[in-house]
């Protein structure tokens, strides 16, 4: 068991959908991450809050929008996505940004697929 | 740019076989290493990290690994390989503080065990 959790772990949705997906740490960790993995692909990188500010943004289409409401709690929203954007979106959190050397906690991740 | 490359993409191994597994960086600066794991359907989880000291690290699960700085290589290593090793291995680099302290991470390599 991992102590990142994610809901929902699956998700289908129309390209004109507007769905989230939520992450959640209660290991008092500062910095938190979302990455994105294709099907055997490493992770990734595409946003990170350090101190519940947008820290990283890697050059992610708009038709993602994170949010970090406080410091245990990530958000992804998601609006008119394309069917490219299937893929297995996994949020991590670490101690603080890059620091204790990068180490990562991962969640279970939420699988979409968009239609 | 940062790199890493992770040798194999595909590697199967009888159980009790040993298995190394190989990467190399390309970053002529302070780096701290590490290797994750993916177990089918589950979580990515830190397997070891080395970030300074002895170069030999041992991890969870009986796996270690040789930072050879001379090579900018992190190989990972166990003795006797279990059918429950079966997982896909990611080794990343955060090449500090040029990565902006984010990892890098290698393409992955499948291992299956046959039984």
């Known amino acids: 068991d991992t102590e990142v959790t994610q809901t929902p772990k699956h998700l289908v949705m129309g390209m004109t959908n507007k769905k989230s997906l939520k992450c959640e740490q209660h290991m008092g960790h500062r910095a938190m991450y979302w990455y994105k993995q294709k099907a055997k692909k490493p992770p990734e990188l595409m946003f990170v809050y350090s101190y519940e500010k947008l820290s990283i943004n890697e050059s992610v289409p708009s038709r993602f929008s994170p949010e970090c409401p406080n410091s245990s709690l990530l958000n992804l929203h998601l609006h008119a996505l394309q069917p490219e954007d299937s893929a297995l979106y996994l949020c991590?959190?670490?101690?603080?940004?890059?620091?204790?050397?990068?180490?990562?906690?991962f969640g279970e991740g939420s699988r979409l697929t968009v239609l | 740019a940062q790199s890493v490359s992770q040798h194999n993409h595909h590697v199967i191994l009888s159980e009790a076989a040993s298995l190394e597994l190989g990467c190399n960086y390309s970053?002529?600066?302070?780096?701290?290493l590490f290797w994750y794991v993916q177990y089918p359907g589950q979580h990515l989880q830190l397997l070891l990290k080395?970030?300074?000291?002895d170069p030999l690290v041992k991890g969870i699960k009986g796996f270690e690994a040789e930072f050879i700085k001379s090579k900018f290589s992190f190989n990972l290593r166990k003795p006797s390989v279990q059918w429950s090793d079966t997982a896909e291995y990611f080794c990343a680099v955060n090449a500090l503080p040029d990565s902006n302290y984010q990892l890098i991470w290698g393409a992955g390599t499948k291992l299956i065990i046959k039984p």
């Open positions: 080395y970030f300074s000291g």
């Open positions: 970053y002529g600066g302070t780096v701290n």
């Open positions: 991590a959190s670490s101690q603080v940004s890059g620091g204790a050397g990068g180490e990562l906690f």
